[in-house]
């Protein structure tokens, strides 16, 4: 599986490199396109959702009476985050521009929303090791801080591609993998045979991986592949191989030690 995985990725980066100019001036010319991108977007973002509904209902959802406010704003935000990714294609669809321009710019409060309430939700575990297995808050930490910053990295390119659609479209799209993992790892376990956390996690990341494939086969097919998920699979693939081995790494445990006890 690994090594499948590092040949397509390997043969994504040659296709992206050699792409020919007339379709990196199709990336660049996005007036003029009458067939609508992606016009079932929001049936998969919808999937999503329900993922990580079905994920976070026995430690979130089922518990709403009795979360504390810290996990009620990360909760919130990412709700609707995931509401946010459903409605904008639908409204692209529908060809209502003008809403989903204006509803977008909602955007620009609650991604800094979704960062402040993770990096706390991280501060808050790190000083509750003593409710995880030995080593796991350092490597949940280590996805946490990867994930918030490919969620900044995916937003902030797709906003400075709003203009282009076939880049804005894709890098929002990245915007929900990462914050995906948590969700299917918890899910997972709803399947027999994945009775371990590292089945799980492995497996989360298998799947998250297995979607970007798909994604560049399909790009593929219409005959460009653009960058945004060569860039989403390499980063994944990077994350998936360290994150195994973290936990175990001095320099980052004195480093997650160190913001633990910062004072927020």
Same mark, same amino acid.
């Given at each position: 599986?690994?090594?499948?995985?590092?040949?397509?990725?390997?043969?994504?980066?040659?296709?992206?490199?050699?792409?020919g100019?007339n379709d990196?001036?199709l990336?660049?010319?996005?007036t003029?396109?009458?067939?609508?991108?992606?016009?079932?977007?929001?049936?998969?973002?919808?999937?999503a959702?329900?993922?990580?509904?079905i994920?976070?209902?026995?430690?979130?959802?089922?518990?709403?009476?009795?979360?504390?406010?810290?996990?009620?704003?990360?909760?919130?935000?990412a709700t609707?985050?995931?509401?946010?990714?459903?409605?904008?294609?639908?409204?692209?669809?529908?060809? &209502?521009?003008?809403?989903?321009?204006?509803l977008g710019?909602?955007?620009? $409060? !609650?991604? *800094? /929303? %979704?960062l402040?309430?993770?990096?706390?939700?991280?501060?808050i575990?790190?000083?509750?090791?003593?409710n995880?297995?030995p080593?796991?808050?350092?490597?949940?930490?280590?996805i946490?801080?990867i994930?918030?910053?490919?969620?900044?990295?995916f937003?902030?390119?797709?906003?400075n591609?709003? &203009?282009k659609?076939?880049?804005?479209?894709?890098?929002?799209?990245?915007? $929900? !993998?990462? *914050? /995906? %993992?948590?969700?299917?790892t918890?899910?997972?376990?709803?399947?027999?045979?994945?009775?371990?956390?590292?089945?799980?996690?492995?497996?989360?990341y298998?799947?998250?991986?297995?979607?970007?494939?798909i994604?560049?086969?399909?790009?593929?097919?219409?005959?460009?592949?653009?960058l945004?998920?060569?860039?989403?699979?390499?980063l994944?693939?990077?994350?998936?191989?360290?994150m195994?081995?973290?936990?175990?790494?001095?320099?980052?445990?004195?480093?997650?030690?160190?913001?633990?006890g910062?004072?927020f």
């Open positions: 599986m690994g090594l499948a995985k590092f040949a397509v990725l390997v043969f994504a980066i040659k296709e992206y490199f050699t792409a100019k990196l001036i990336d660049s010319v996005e003029g396109i009458k067939k609508k991108f992606y016009d079932k977007a929001y049936w998969y973002f919808m999937l959702a329900l993922v990580t509904i994920g976070f209902f026995p430690s979130y959802f089922s518990r709403l009476t009795v979360t504390d406010p810290a996990h009620h704003l990360h909760g919130i935000t609707c985050w995931m509401l946010l990714l459903v409605v904008q294609p639908w409204l692209y669809k529908t060809g &209502k521009l003008s809403l989903h321009r204006n710019k909602s955007s620009y $409060v !609650l991604v *800094p /929303l %979704i402040l309430s993770g990096l706390n939700m991280v501060h575990m790190l000083n509750n090791q003593v995880y297995p080593d796991l808050p350092y490597r949940l930490a280590f946490d801080f994930t918030l910053a490919q969620f900044l990295l937003y902030g390119l797709a906003i591609h709003r &203009k659609l076939q880049l804005h479209a894709r890098y929002m799209a990245c915007t $929900v !993998l990462g *914050p /995906l %993992i948590p969700a299917l918890r899910a997972l376990f709803l399947i027999p045979w994945i009775d371990h956390f590292d089945k799980a996690l492995n497996t989360s298998i799947l998250i991986e297995s979607v970007l494939v994604l560049l086969l399909d790009d593929r097919r219409t005959g460009r592949i653009r945004p998920y060569v860039l989403a699979l390499i994944f693939f990077v994350q998936h191989l360290v195994n081995f973290v936990g175990q790494w001095t320099w980052w445990r004195s480093l997650m030690d160190a913001y633990a910062l004072r």
